[in-house]
């Protein structure tokens, strides 16, 4: 073996590399990696490897497993600046995704083989009790929840290279979320026509006419809602991991706003019943209700109704599509549901945008279209 190094092929097609440190103690130590995809890869950590030894950078090895790192990881997260339901959900799919399969796996021999290994298996059997196997949405998320863990690894020293660069998870065009779909305005009113007699279904006209999410909704107050004035203060939300609820700010700071209100809605929300805790909609104990109760009792409903299924967000969908067709700004759509910034709106409804662009074309069009009446054009 030479100075440099030298890489081999591994039985089941990987390949590996040694290395031969400075001796010490007349001990002769040596640095072996293993499990590369391919040839390239091995040489292309063969020569990092030297030359932060040549540097002085080299990440001496460290008995961590990826388990322990992991849990010291998640611990860290509320410090990262991450939001509640960020860190919840982080912590949810390495807990039960990732710790099982690849928690008793040294850090540092952690390859890409073996996290190809793991989405596969989540694919086909990475739902609990066996029930089938998970998206490819959501096997890429958890991809990228460990690529921002073990990217964090190598900026402590722990790795010299993350292996979530060379594994293959779901391409992003395969995880894409489904085809957005929204209720008509015939549609919504048909189905609070029929759920009018339910106990929700002022939740229901609510979100339908501001585009509130759920979680909004279940954490709404009296002291935040202001009839009078027809506005409410969008202030708190309640979330839901495990069917552990926590009441938290909304998502981001522009969460934090103000929603006007419609005068029928208006009217809806003075016939609900106030209780002693202050919250708008509660259930028969009194206590808020749950954000995956009333996305089940949505669902029943709508099916039974008639009208074309869709999730409770989808809600949310409905409105945004509603204010587009009314000729509403982005700006204006933007603040009102309370995302991070116009981009943001445009980039996640911009074909709605270029259908209403199309219609106004069509409507200026006919403006625009001589009539019988007209004069003649001029000799």
Request: charged residues 25%.
């Amino acid at each position: 073996m030479s100075r440099r190094g030298s890489i081999k092929k591994a039985k089941n097609g990987t390949w590996w590399f040694v290395v031969d440190l400075p001796a010490a103690d007349d001990k002769r130590r040596q640095v072996r990696r293993r499990g590369f995809v391919t040839r390239r890869e091995a040489q292309s950590a063969l020569i990092g490897l030297l030359a932060s030894l040549q540097q002085g950078t080299f990440v001496k090895r460290e008995r961590m497993t990826v388990g322990e790192y992991l849990t010291d990881w998640m611990q860290s997260l509320p410090s990262s600046g991450r939001g509640v339901a960020t860190v919840s959900s982080y912590r949810h799919n390495l807990r039960l995704h990732v710790v099982p399969d690849l928690g008793g796996v040294q850090l540092q021999e952690l390859t890409a083989v073996d996290l190809d290994w793991l989405y596969r298996k989540l694919l086909a059997s990475g739902r609990k009790k066996g029930t089938g196997g998970l998206s490819n949405r959501t096997v890429r998320y958890v991809h990228t929840v460990l690529s921002a863990a073990l990217s964090d690894a190598v900026n402590k020293g722990l790795l010299v290279r993350s292996p979530t660069k060379s594994a293959t998870p779901p391409s992003a065009k395969s995880a894409r979320a489904a085809e957005m779909v929204w209720w008509r305005p015939n549609e919504l009113r048909a189905f609070l026509h029929f759920a009018a007699a339910h106990e929700l279904a002022p939740m229901f006209r609510l979100a339908g006419a501001t585009g509130m999410r759920r979680g909004e909704l279940v954490g709404l107050r009296w002291g935040d809602v202001n009839l009078e004035g027809e506005r409410i203060n969008v202030r708190r939300q309640i979330t839901s991991t495990d069917y552990i609820i926590r009441q938290d700010e909304p998502k981001s700071e522009r969460g934090l706003r103000v929603v006007t209100l419609d005068p029928g809605t208006v009217e809806v929300l003075r016939s609900v019943p106030r209780h002693d805790n202050g919250h708008v909609f509660v259930d028969t104990n009194g206590q808020p209700r749950h954000p995956e109760s009333v996305a089940r009792i949505f669902s029943r409903l709508a099916v039974r109704s008639g009208q074309p299924q869709i999730r409770f967000h989808d809600l949310r969908h409905s409105h945004v599509a509603h204010l587009i067709e009314a000729g509403v700004d982005p700006l204006t759509i933007s603040r009102r549901l309370g995302h991070a910034s116009v981009a943001f709106t445009l980039d996640r409804y911009g074909h709605l945008f270029d259908q209403a662009g199309a219609t106004a074309a069509k409507a200026v069009g006919e403006l625009l279209r001589p009539q019988p009446r007209d004069q003649p054009p001029c000799p």
